[in-house]
């Protein structure tokens, strides 16, 4: 009984089973099959991880993905026009339209913008001869398999048609532009490699330790010489040696399928991932210095992971939640993750060009880790 008493999973079994034994047993007038109904109603309401998962976690996506899809309207399109001498004239006939946004931007800044999405179309003097009045001197460059993309196209050659005054028959020269790193699939991969971290910190961090203290393996290290921060640094980078592997394959995966590449350094990519893998192990090990169970082990990662699984942007950016929330998601640990990965693999930026996002994930790193090494105990009574 006493050895009983001190494993609290052993302690609900055996109560959840003398339950069910009571239940059956009991003399008891109603149907047979409804005295089992109602002891596995008792049971459930006596988990609240499955109440929250089962009730409560459908609503918060619900919430969630409301706000981040809620219905306001057609946003403006973002144009971009090629420095030329036509270019400023052009603008003003555009910026007139409320339906667009127009900048100015070099070649380079903008196929950088096009591919990442954040143009749908880019417009530039046209080097083809007119043929009498048929053709304006403009091209129109645009992703047509990227959604809006057509829509901003139709209306540049609307607001041009109608601030020159010219029937519906004139057209412009169209330039399907389609590049690995502005489609879906190339803002998805990033995303994945992020949860990947972010999974392997937790889990395979943060539930290794809670599972060693509750099978007594923590008790035995109080008889050797290893130190804390000797220990917790092993068990984060014996995680890493998994983790690394796992995000080479979804590197190659997706370049064999889909022609995902890295725009940027390969260095500064490789020590991109290892400062994210450090970061959710610190994480990790925070959640597991003090946890006794696998119950609260679990509610806490599950606890700390929803927030960023459905706000940090792994399937779709961040920017569609209300700007008034914007702010306290980029604290979150995987969105400055994220944006910086997604700098580096989609427009082929430094490291440098980072400083915030990196901040905040060395500040993520070292106060996590030295929260979890000053509340870590090999034992519950030290």
């Known amino acids: 009984m006493e050895k009983s008493s001190r494993n609290p999973s052993a302690n609900r079994a055996s109560s959840e089973t003398e339950l069910l034994v009571t239940s059956v047993t009991e003399p008891v007038k109603s149907w047979p099959i409804g005295v089992l109904v109602r ?6 309401s006596r988990r609240p991880a499955a109440v929250f998962w089962t009730y409560v976690f459908p609503l918060v996506m619900m919430f969630i993905l409301g706000s981040a899809f809620r219905s306001q309207g057609e946003s403006p399109s973002q144009v971009g026009i090629l420095l030329g001498s036509q270019a400023e004239v052009l603008k003003q006939k555009l910026q007139s339209s409320p339906d667009l946004v127009v900048a100015v931007v070099d070649l380079e800044d903008g196929l950088r913008r096009l591919r990442a999405g954040r143009l749908a179309v880019l417009i530039r003097e046209s080097a083809r001869t007119n043929r009498g009045t048929e053709t304006f001197p403009f091209e129109l460059i645009y992703d047509p ?34 590049e690995p790193g502005g ?39 109080l008889a050797t010489p290893m130190r804390k921060s000797d220990f917790l640094l092993g068990i984060v980078f014996s995680r890493m040696m998994f983790v690394i592997p796992q ?17 940027g350094s390969w260095f500064e990519f490789a020590l991109l991932v290892l400062l994210g893998g450090l970061q959710f192990a610190g994480v990790g090990l925070l959640i597991a210095s003090r946890a006794k169970t696998m119950e609260t082990m679990s509610g ?26 914007q702010w306290p998601i980029r604290l979150l640990p995987l969105t400055p993750l994220l944006d910086t990965l997604r700098g580096v693999m989609l427009d082929g930026n430094s490291l440098t060009q980072h400083p915030i996002e990196l901040a905040l994930i060395l500040s993520w790193t070292v106060g996590t880790f030295g929260l979890a090494l000053w509340l870590f105990r090999w034992t519950d009574g030290q």
């Open 183 to 221: 489609r879906y699939i190339d803002f998805l991969v990033p995303g994945l490699i992020g949860m990947v971290l972010l999974g392997g910190g937790l889990w395979g961090v943060g539930y290794a330790i809670v599972d060693m203290r509750i099978r007594k393996l923590l008790k035995r290290f």
């Open 145 to 178: 398999q990227r959604i809006g993309a057509r829509t901003a196209e139709l209306l540049v050659q609307r607001q041009l048609r109608i601030s020159e005054g010219v029937p519906e028959s004139y057209q412009f020269h169209r330039v399907p532009y389609s």
């Open 247 to 263: 995000i080479a394959v979804i590197m190659l995966a997706s370049y064999l399928g889909f022609s995902v590449t890295n725009h």
């Open 39 to 44: 002891t596995r109603l008792i049971e459930f």
């Open 300 to 325: 806490l990662i599950n606890l700390a992971m929803l927030p960023m699984w459905t706000l940090s942007g792994i399937f779709f950016s961040y920017e569609n939640f209300p700007e008034l929330i």
